[in-house]
């Protein structure tokens, strides 16, 4: 998953990442998002793998920042517990802060992190901040319809975690929620070709079995996803 967080095509990256392997080695909070059912109604793209992977490919046509990426990236995860566990995902965003506690304590998933992000980047705020989404980002995502007692809460609350950071994360929070918010089919998906390379590779392979792809019906599968990506931008 080498260069995830500063690609301009991070879909294509997750793509090949579940493929050989290396997502579900390195992130299987995010790897196992992969049969999570969404409601169709606010997500059209059906799938809570595939909203993640939107959501982070819109942080990259936006340019924002690779601490954002990674936020949106994990702002979701515990979407496979409570699916696992009661077969909705209400309370998902607590078992998304646990989540994210757990992958800032597992050695290969912090060295990817380091190894992503720019050089200057403090791993305790990092963290902080993944953790804050995760949690947050159903609040965050609708701030417009706070109160102004709401929104002063929340700075607050922001405040007393970050401190002199608290302006920095702010911002990076409502670019984490703009990518949540518009990672979305009905948003993007006739917009951008990465997109319709990540959703057509993704309806295909599940179709086949992530699984049972061997090197030959993987090798003939992307020349067919590239011919469908050619395709769409003739349109």
């Known amino acids: 998953m080498k260069s995830l967080l500063i690609s301009e095509c991070p879909s294509c990256i997750l793509m090949n990442s579940i493929i050989d392997g290396s997502l579900q080695r390195i992130l299987p909070e995010v790897h ?14 059906c799938n809570s793998l595939v909203h993640t992977v939107l959501s982070v490919q819109y ?20 979407k496979y517990i409570t699916y696992s566990e009661r077969e909705n995902l209400h309370g998902h965003e607590e078992a998304s802060g646990i989540l994210v506690d757990r992958i800032f304590t597992r050695e290969s998933s912090v060295d990817w992190i380091i190894s992503e992000l720019p050089i200057g980047y403090d791993l305790r705020y990092v963290r902080k901040f993944c953790k804050y989404i995760a949690l947050r980002h159903l609040v965050i995502v609708n701030y417009e319809n706070l109160s102004v007692k709401k929104i002063v809460k929340e700075i607050s609350h922001i405040h007393n975690i970050f401190g002199v950071k608290s302006l920095e994360a702010i911002s990076c929070f409502v670019d984490v929620a703009d990518s949540d918010k518009n990672g979305r089919l009905q948003n993007s998906y006739n917009k951008d070709p990465a997109l319709y390379f990540w959703s057509t590779a993704y ?10 792809l061997n090197s030959q019906e993987y090798h003939r599968l992307r020349l067919q996803i590239i011919h469908d990506l050619v ?4 349109v």
């Open 59 to 78: 942080a990259a046509n936006k340019k924002y920042s690779p601490i954002v990426r990674l936020g949106a990236l994990l702002h979701d995860i515990g």
């Open 203 to 212: 309806n295909n392979l599940e179709k086949i079995g992530f699984q049972e």
């Open 231 to 234: 395709n769409s931008i003739k």
């Open 32 to 45: 196992n998002l992969i049969n999570v059912p969404q409601n169709i109604e606010f997500h059209p793209e």
